[in-house]
């Protein structure tokens, strides 16, 4: 037999299991690659005193990922909520100890509901220290703007020339995802060379709690398994596209993807692909 890939997600924890740590290792099982976690802090919102962001000790993120290397071992890894400078400087460390090929960081600041997922002082560690290493940067509109010096970004047209201005930064891949534009949802995807735009329509919902995090937990599976970049993502975005298709919601509150769907119910939506050299 042969064992599945190893992918490892270094995130927060989401306590009502729609993005986080819970939407990448519910990705990585559709996606039959063996997944492992580091929670980096714990994101619920306490009823009494609103508290919402529940950090953890460095030496318990440390912890985890010497466990998940000493048992196991990673092929590929992303990373989601890091929250301060303190966690990022120490999983640059240990990624960069441990010699992991495929590294997918999602720059995530804001999650849906407002929560404050990475500090201010934050960001220049993520910058210099975390994107310089990634195989690919997957930020969504407002984040590629704060990575651009909040630069605006309103077309598709901005759009891919955050993702050529954003390769500076130095990862080997960015992909900027369109989803808050109007219109279909588009991103592009920069290696240096060539800009690949992903077309899939606009679906009208608001379960999409989770989204980002279950797209770039799908890539960095996809990595691990042998595909390439360009692949990964278009394999990606149909994943995400058809789970969005099938998002729905138990409660009031904004639900999830449904991470079961393309295996349940097929591929919902094909995926445009285009193609510019630059
Ligand atoms: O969707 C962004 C996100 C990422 N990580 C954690 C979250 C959220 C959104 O709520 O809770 C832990």
Redesign the pocket.
């Known amino acids: 037999m042969e064992y599945p890939a190893r992918v490892m997600t270094i ?4 306590a009502g299991g729609s ?3 819970q939407a990448d290792l519910k990705t990585f099982q559709e996606l039959d690659v063996y997944g492992m976690s580091v929670v980096t ?1 714990i ?1 619920g919102r306490h009823p009494k005193t609103n508290k919402n962001v529940h950090t953890l000790d460095i030496e318990a993120i440390e912890a985890q990922f010497a466990t998940a290397v000493k048992q196991v071992g990673i092929d590929g890894l992303k990373t ?2 890091l929250f301060s400078k303190e966690v990022i400087d120490t999983v640059a460390t240990l990624i960069e100890e441990a010699d992991i090929k495929h590294i997918v960081v999602d720059p ?1 600041m804001i ?3 407002n ?1 404050k ?1 990475l500090k201010d002082d934050a960001i220049a560690a993520l910058k210099e220290k975390l994107i310089p290493m990634a195989s690919i940067i997957t930020p969504n509109i407002p984040e590629a703007s704060v990575l651009l010096d909040d630069r605006p970004i309103e077309s598709v047209e901005d759009l891919k020339q955050a993702a050529i201005d954003l390769y500076n930064l130095g990862a080997k891949n960015v992909l900027v995802k369109g989803g808050r534009l109007e219109g279909p949802a588009i991103d592009a995807l920069f290696d240096g060379k060539t800009l690949t735009t992903f077309k899939a329509p606009r679906i009208q919902t608001v379960n999409t ?2 989204a ?2 279950s797209y770039s937990a799908a890539i960095a599976a996809l990595l691990a398994k042998g595909h390439s970049v360009q692949d990964a993502v278009y394999e990606a975005k149909r994943f995400i596209t058809t789970a969005i298709e099938y998002g729905f919601s138990y409660t009031e509150s904004v639900g999830p993807t449904y991470h079961a769907a393309e295996r349940k119910y097929g591929v919902a939506h094909e995926i445009e692909v285009e193609e510019f050299n630059k």
């Open positions: 995130a927060g924890s989401a993005a986080g740590i802090a994101v989601g909520m995530v999650g849906k509901m929560s997922l709690s989770g980002g995090c």
